[in-house]
């Protein structure tokens, strides 16, 4: 095959594999799983051909991987790809571009400006702040965080790019005691060290509890929540964030998922996280684009692109150079799915998306708590946590329901105890899928009741 036959092939098998969407089991067989053994090879002496390895690829691989671009995998806040979102990726492979700066795509750098400025209006946040289109919430989080103490350092008089950290005055962090893996992930890679960070602590819900706050300064990092990743609640911000500037503390947000509840009719669950220094959120959550696809939001755009920055005599750019905003200076053009989901959705569309899955977790929620389930959260966001009466029996349901193939949930420990988490974030889901959900649990509880009376 040459290269146009090799592609038009693969097309046409990607079309196939999205055919199959609502049809394949959501997590592969033992046997799929089994059969993966294959790609365990020598590396070959001698290339084999590129179609040999593409049918590989979709002889073995196609039925070993999870279907969470389908309509019934409500694990992790995965959302499928928009249609739109899907296609312009396929087309910005073709295009094969380095998107770090204006001279290398003209038409990357034009869209990722257009796309910051439309996520900005969409999410109602400061018009004014810098907008990287980087690859996970994690590395957003890392570059947010980055700025966050460089810039109260430089307040304080210290050179951070030319001093660093020895003998520089200390940065405070406080956290949630329900943060994020991934915001103690970034601030561990910091050198902020774990056994150092202050921890504030959070009521029934998860939240962070304004009235035992720890004390602020302007030493101090603040992280906050919107969508606590079992609960989905949010951190009290309007009582939070205005003592926290009083004293010049800086604000981060990490709104992976649930900082677009504040693009919908649940906005009033964001009430004054406009008023933070920096946000996270993720597209390839809740706006549905493919993976590897996140944004850092900094208020002070100069604040961002002077930590971020990476100009060089052979390669210098304008402040917004997207280079000069994420960790990647080679990178992928990630804001044109977000553009194109954006264009494709419109503001009544991203609003509807939003209100569909929370108006479903709703109707998880109760419909759990009559087929004899305890839910553990109030159910306003797209969150739901339960469990059953035992803990082995929570452990079990959860165990049948993974293996069954026709639906895909993860377990987590909440309070000490574990429980079950179910998030409903793909455009493919329907109603109708919920429909299914709800029944295959109460079948599944009602087997362990039997088993165990």
């Known amino acids: 095959m040459d290269e146009l036959e090799l592609l038009t092939h693969a097309d046409a ?10 049809q394949r089991r959501v997590f592969p067989s033992d046997e799929a799983i089994a059969a993966l053994r294959v790609f365990d090879e020598p590396l070959p002496e001698q290339g084999w051909p590129a179609e040999n390895t593409l049918a590989l690829l979709d002889d073995v691989g196609s039925f070993a991987t999870t279907a969470s ?3 019934r995998y409500f694990g ?4 499928a790809a928009l249609p739109a979102a899907a296609a312009a990726e396929r087309l910005m492979l073709a295009w094969d571009q380095c998107a770090s700066t204006f001279d290398n795509s003209p038409v990357s750098a034009t869209l990722e400006r257009v796309a910051a400025r439309w996520v900005l209006e969409t999410l109602d946040l400061p018009r004014e702040s810098a907008v990287g289109f980087g690859t996970s919430a994690t590395a957003c989080t890392l570059a947010a965080l980055a700025a966050a103490r460089r810039e109260l350092l430089a307040r304080l008089g210290w050179d951070f790019d030319g001093q660093g950290l020895h ?7 406080v956290i949630s005691e329900l943060a994020h893996i991934t915001v103690k992930k970034a601030l561990r890679v910091l050198g902020f060290g774990l056994n150092r960070i202050v921890y504030a602590p959070v009521d029934a819900h998860g939240r962070v509890d304004a009235v035992h706050l720890p004390p602020l300064d302007e030493r101090t990092i603040l992280c906050l929540q919107a969508g606590e990743v079992n609960t989905g609640a949010f951190d009290p911000f309007g009582q939070i964030i205005p003592q926290a500037r009083t004293v010049g503390a800086w604000v981060h947000v990490d709104g992976a998922f649930g900082l677009w509840a504040r693009a919908s009719s649940l906005s ?18 809740w706006l549905n684009t493919p993976y590897d696809c996140a944004m850092i939001i900094c208020r002070d755009a100069r604040a961002l692109s002077q930590a971020m920055n990476s100009d060089a005599v052979y390669s210098s750019a304008s402040a917004d150079a997207q280079k000069n905003l994420t960790l990647e200076f080679s990178r992928r053009p990630r804001g044109i799915p ?5 264009r494709s959705l419109g503001r009544e569309g991203v609003a509807e998306l939003v209100e569909r899955h929370c108006a479903q977790a709703r109707r998880i929620g109760d419909g759990l708590t ?12 797209n969150q739901v946590l339960f469990r059953c009466a035992t803990d082995a029996q929570t452990l079990a349901v959860r165990a049948a329901m993974q293996q069954s193939g026709e639906v895909w949930f993860g377990g987590t420990i909440w309070q000490g ?3 079950m988490r179910i998030s409903v974030s793909s455009w493919r889901t329907e109603d109708a899928d919920v429909d299914v959900l709800l029944a295959l649990l109460a079948r599944k509880l009602n087997a362990q009741r039997i088993a165990t009376a």
């Not at 003998?167 to 962090?173: L, T």
């Not at 009033?268 to 959550?285: F, N, V």
């Not at 009559?370 to 966001?381: D, H, M, Q």
Request: aromatic share 8%; net charge neutral.
């Open 69 to 71: 671009n389908g309509p």
């Open 370 to 381: 009559r087929a004899g389930f305890e839910v553990l959260n109030t159910v306003t966001l």
């Open 268 to 285: 009033h669950l964001t009430q004054g996280i406009e008023q933070a220094d920096s946000w996270t959120t993720d597209a390839h959550k």
């Open 417 to 419: 105890r574990p429980a």
């Open 13 to 22: 098998l990607g079309r196939r594999y999205t055919e199959g969407h609502g």
């Open 338 to 342: 977000v553009w194109a989901a954006l």
């Open 167 to 173: 003998g520089a005055p200390e940065i405070r962090v």
């Open 76 to 79: 992790f806040v995965i959302g």
